[in-house]
C-alpha cells in the first residue's frame, strides 16, 4: 500500500528543459518526510515535461501536470494545490533559488498548527544573495511594514517559499491569476482570519542559469493589493472569499509578457 505523502511540493516551471533536473535532484536528496513532487506547466508543448517525464521513471513521486487553469505561475501554482494529495502543501520554484532543506521543517511547523510557514530571507539568519536591486528592496520594504504595522507573522510576505495547510487554502481560495503574488496572498488571508503564521530563516540565491519570469512593473500592482488587504478587521472565511473575490481585477495570463 502506497504511503499517503505528508506534504504535496509544487514547482511551478516554464520552459526549463534540463536545468530541471539539478533542481529535482536536491528536492528529492533533501525532502525526508513522505512526499509528492508536482512540476506545473503552461502548456503541453512545454520544454520542462519530457526532461520531467524521464526524470519520473526513476522516481515515482514525481508527476509532471500540465494545468488547465491558463498560463502564468499563479494558475499554475492554483492547479497544483487543488491537484495535491498532502494535508501539507509546498510551494518552491523550478529555478533552484529556493533551499529545499528547508521544507521538512517548513511542514512540520504547519503540522503543529499555523496556516502559513514562510522561508524569510529578511529575519536573523536570513539573506538574499543577488537579484535585481529594485525588486529586492521592495521585497524588503513590504515585508518589514507588513511585520511591524499588520503583525502578518514574517518579515517576508512576498517570498514564495512557504508551506500551507491545504484546508487553510480550501477555505479561503486563491485569486491570484498573475505572477507569483500567492505568497503575499495567503499571508494576508491568514492575517485577517487571526490564524498563526511562522517563519524560519533562509539563504535565498539568484537563479544561475536561464531567466527569470518576474514582471515587476506588470505585478506590482497585484502585491499592493495584497498588501492592503492584510489590514482590517477579523473576517470568516466566507467574508474572506467574498472580499477578495469582489476586488479582484482582470490580471491578465502571460507570465512571459
Known sequence: MTERPRVSVIVPAYHEGVQVVSVLDRLFESVRL???VLVVVDSADDTTIPVTEE??????????LVSTY????ANAIRFGIDAAAAPVVVVTMADGCDDPRQ????VRLVERGVAVAAASRYMPGGQQVGGPLLKGTLSRLAGRSL?????????DATNSFKAYSTEFVQQVGIDSRGGFEIGIELTAKAKRLRLPVAE???IWLDRQAGMSNFKIAKWVPSYVRWYR???GPRLTPGQVRARSAA???DQGSRQED
Open 34 to 36: 513522505p512526499s509528492e
Open 55 to 64: 526524470y519520473a521513471q526513476k522516481e515515482p513521486r514525481l508527476r509532471c
Open 70 to 73: 491558463g498560463r502564468g505561475p
Open 103 to 106: 521544507i521538512d521543517e517548513l
Open 147 to 155: 511585520r511591524t504595522l499588520a503583525h502578518v507573522g514574517t518579515r
Open 200 to 202: 524560519i530563516p533562509t
Open 229 to 231: 488587504f492584510a489590514f
Open 247 to 249: 476586488q479582484r481585477p
